[in-house]
């Protein structure tokens, strides 16, 4: 038995409480350092699409670990899920070791409606990590196109064209040095047979960095499909006054509709000739107005 003074407990009973003080503080900081420094981040290309349209959704698993799981995906009734693939990166600083995970998901809607993606996420070493909760929402008939738009995908006379190219800017009377973000966007309703080649415009009197492209998407336009790739720059004047972008060019090899074809699979995808035709699709040149600051 423990011995008590008039005041209470002994000096040996708090020793022993002291004790089981550092054993608990002990576990539960090893607990703590055990988890690891893991973020998952969930977006979608665009949060509002049409019935006859298609979102991409990006999962990017990364943190101080060098070999990532692979996420764990909710059941999603109200959409179609396929796969478009994954990319990794991994880099070591001063022996610390940084690396990321991105994933693609193609998303075709079922019905309209507002849905929520959540409970996306990953269990690693017996820990559960969880990226944040996104939504879309489907609408009954495909989002408005703007008239420009469907203007640029009308021929001379009257046809719709089987791809163009688009050039834009978000801002067309930037100050000196201010950043503008420019867009460029291949528009094809064919198939093509392989990757286009990128022609890139002028940036005379622009500083240019290019910030990446874009997952294809799907946009309906005049009534027909068309497959969009899209690339996006971040582009700084350094002087004042009119700049222009020049033209950029895009190269490919796209399929001819029309024709006689004795293969008989041919009219099964749309009378399609397999040989293909080699194009080049120009962007039109934009200018802005620089005001100095």
Known sequence: MWAKTGNGITPRWWLCLGLVAVLCFGMFGNAAAQRADIQIDVSLDRDTIGMDEQATLQVTVSGSVQSLPDPRMPTLPMFEVYSQGRSSNLSITNGVISSSVTYRYLIIPQKPGTFPIDNIYIIYKNHRYKGNRVELTVIKSGTATPKNLEEKARSANGKTRDYFMEAVVDKTNPYV?????????????????????????????????????????????????????????????????????????????????GGMSRDPFDALFGNVIGRGQEIAVHSQPVTVNVRPL
């Open 177 to 257: 040095n201010e950043q503008v973000t420019f867009t460029l966007k291949f528009y094809t309703a064919v198939r093509y047979f392989s990757s286009p080649e990128l022609s890139e415009p002028s940036f005379t009197g622009f500083w240019t960095e290019v910030l990446g492209n874009k997952a294809p998407y799907n946009q309906r336009i005049n009534n027909r499909t068309y497959r969009v790739i899209e690339r996006k720059y971040a582009v700084f004047p350094t002087q004042t006054g009119k700049l222009t972008i020049g033209r950029a060019t895009i190269r490919a090899t796209v399929a001819t509709r």
